[in-house]
């Protein structure tokens, strides 16, 4: 592993440059129950992020951390919001974007892969790949995301390990490297072999800290528990050692290879490997695709999208909050920012940083950053922020709906307040509204049926206005295009009943089933119709 360097330490390079190489953003994706939530505790430790473990999420009347800000989230128990979470170690910075746990908000977990440069991937080791897993890794190899495993919950009773990795290899086509290897299983755990260095870190006492494993013989395991067949350890390290794929960054920079990391997440065993592997292999903050070119993160001239939207993460002061990943340069506070969408300047006076408990106001921040930017429905989901160039940042994905509801008014002299409401909510990313062209009220679309609970308790909350919704006559909304302006128009005049438009003013066709999207879609030659739209 010689030719592994951590780049923060090299030389001679500009101190823009030297910050960018010290970030580390990634998200975790896991099948829930997998103990996401219990690693972000331990990783939040290790950087002193929180000072105990179990206030990420701790139920009942404990819950009431950051990741609570909606009551909604409190009366399901469950994880509605996404947020970011900064800690350092050992001189690098990591910024750990969560996702929400719940399917119904899958949309918002899609976003916040685009912001991340790379992913540890949660496996139970009874369980092995889960149907969440192999969702979120194929929007992850969509966008060419390194993973890195981490096989958990290895103090219990586990598959067998070989067909673990097999599993990965086979159902995900990604190459293992095994960095750790299992001593004993389930109750007999003792810990875990250094695969390329040799020896074995134990689970008593070895949990708490990185640094190099305990040196035991292997022999010496048998004395730490009689149930051991040693010499059968012995030859499957031998095995795992000579057998195991080499680790090659360039395979797993490029999503081809994982390396692989066993512990028990709850014991806080394996963590620090896995973080020591995040510093060592994740990349830093890579060069992100723009309308216009690519932009390097060492680019000096500050850029920045947003990926997520949030309200209300501080019941007392009402605020929004814009979830800008940082792209290129540096910013500063009260600089000024360009918001190309609007060609609008935008002051940047009080961005925040996140920690697990805390924000506090950053004064710089660099490119892999995460910042949260207050404001007042200024910023919307997919915006881009530079330092004056024009260009917009491409990639952030809004899904078609798969939940379409006409929303009904009890009030109906508050329509006007519904419409400003709708449009905030849309921006937002909470849902999508689509506006019939025939003038009919609005649709509200989502992925999830949760989404719909959340508008309702919002506009409720937020906006003092009670709505029920409504099944609408269609079902299905897609997005229609076309490279000919007028085949296009010609198209819209003659379905004028079933198209809306999206938050942006884009055209979506909207049809009663597959059946009729089918028929017009035969019909409708140099159309495009899709369900995933870049948000500009
Ligand atoms: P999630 O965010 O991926 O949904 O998982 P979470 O961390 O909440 O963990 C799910 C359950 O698995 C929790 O138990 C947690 O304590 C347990 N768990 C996590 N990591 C390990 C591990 O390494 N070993 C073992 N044995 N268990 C682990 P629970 O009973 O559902 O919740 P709780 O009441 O303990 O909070």
Same mark, same amino acid.
Request: glycine share 8%; hydrophobic share 40%.
């Given at each position: !592993? ?43 430790? +290790? ?6 473990? =179990? ?9 009431? *951390? ?18 970011? !979470? ?22 918002? *977990? ?26 979120? #890794? ?10 890195? *495993? ?19 290899? /086979? ?7 095994? !960095?750790?290897?299992?001593? =004993? @299983? ?92 995040? =510093? ?13 070119? /690519? ?9 920045? +999208? ?16 814009? +979830? ?5 340069? /540096?910013?500063?506070?009260? !600089?000024?920012? /360009? ?38 429905? *200024?910023? @919307? ?18 899904? %078609? ?31 999508? $509204?689509?506006?019939? @062209? ?10 999830? %049926? ?16 009670? $709505?029920? #919704? ?67």
């Amino acid at each position: !592993m010689s030719d592994i360097a951590i780049s923060a330490e090299s030389p001679a390079r500009s101190p823009l440059a030297a910050e960018v190489s010290r970030r580390r953003t990634f998200a975790i994706i896991s099948h829930p129950d997998a103990g996401k939530t219990t690693l972000t505790e331990k990783l939040l430790l +290790f950087g002193g992020a929180i000072n105990l473990a =179990g206030q990420v999420k701790a139920k009942g009347e404990r819950r009431n *951390t950051r990741s609570d800000w909606m009551k909604i989230e409190r009366e399901r128990g469950i994880s509605v919001v996404t947020s970011v !979470m900064t800690f350092e170690f050992e001189g690098l910075v990591f910024n750990l974007l969560d996702t929400p746990g719940h399917e119904d908000f899958s949309e918002d *977990t899609y976003r916040t892969l685009t912001a991340v440069d790379s992913a540890v991937m949660v496996i139970d080791a009874a369980k092995g790949i889960e149907a969440r897993t192999r969702k979120l #890794f194929e929007v992850c190899r969509l966008r060419d995301i390194p993973i890195i *495993t981490f096989i958990n919950k290895m103090d219990r009773d586990s598959r067998d390990v070989f067909e673990l990795l097999d599993e990965i290899e /086979k159902t995900l086509a990604l190459d293992t490297t095994p !960095m750790t290897w299992p001593v =004993g @299983r389930g109750r007999d755990f003792l810990g875990t072999y250094d695969v390329a260095n040799g020896g074995v870190r134990l689970l008593e006492g070895g949990g708490a800290k990185t640094g190099a494993a305990q040196q035991i013989e292997i022999a010496e395991l048998g004395k730490l528990n009689a149930n051991l067949d040693v010499s059968a350890v012995k030859d499957e390290l031998e095995l795992v050692t000579e057998a195991s794929k080499p680790f090659e960054l360039a395979a797993f920079r490029e999503g081809h290879l994982t390396p692989v990391y066993f512990g028990s997440a709850l014991r806080n065993f394996g963590v620090g490997d896995l973080l020591e592997g995040l =510093g060592k292999f994740a990349p830093e903050p890579r060069a992100q695709e723009s309308d216009q070119r /690519k932009v390097e993160a060492t680019d000096p001239r500050m850029s920045a +999208f947003v990926f997520k939207i949030q309200a209300n993460m501080d019941p007392n002061h009402r605020d929004r909050i814009a +979830f800008a990943r940082l792209c290129s340069g /540096k910013l500063s506070r009260g !600089m000024k920012a /360009k918001l190309v969408r609007t060609g609008k300047s935008m002051p940047l006076s009080s961005p925040q940083f996140f920690f697990a408990q805390d924000r506090s106001v950053a004064d710089e921040a660099f490119a892999g950053d995460v910042v949260g930017i207050p404001n007042h429905g *200024t910023l @919307r989901i997919g915006d881009t922020l530079t330092e004056g160039e024009d260009f917009n940042f491409v990639g952030v994905p809004s899904f %078609a709906p798969e939940i379409v509801r006409r929303v009904r008014l009890t009030d109906a002299m508050k329509a006007k307040k519904l419409k400003e409401a709708l449009q905030q909510m849309s921006e937002e990313g909470v849902v999508q $509204v689509f506006r019939p @062209r025939d003038g009919a009220p609005a649709l509200v679309g989502v992925v999830g %049926a949760l989404q719909l609970d959340v508008l309702k308790a919002r506009l409720e909350a937020e906006y003092a206005l009670p $709505v029920e #919704f409504e099944v609408s006559e269609f079902q299905l909304a897609r997005w229609v295009s076309s490279d000919d302006r007028k085949k296009l128009d010609t198209f819209i005049a003659a379905n004028t009943s079933s198209i809306a438009d999206d938050v942006d003013g884009d055209p979506v066709y909207l049809a009663r089933n597959e059946f009729y999207l089918g028929y017009t879609r035969e019909r409708a030659e140099g159309i495009a119709f899709t369900n995933v739209k870049d948000v500009k």
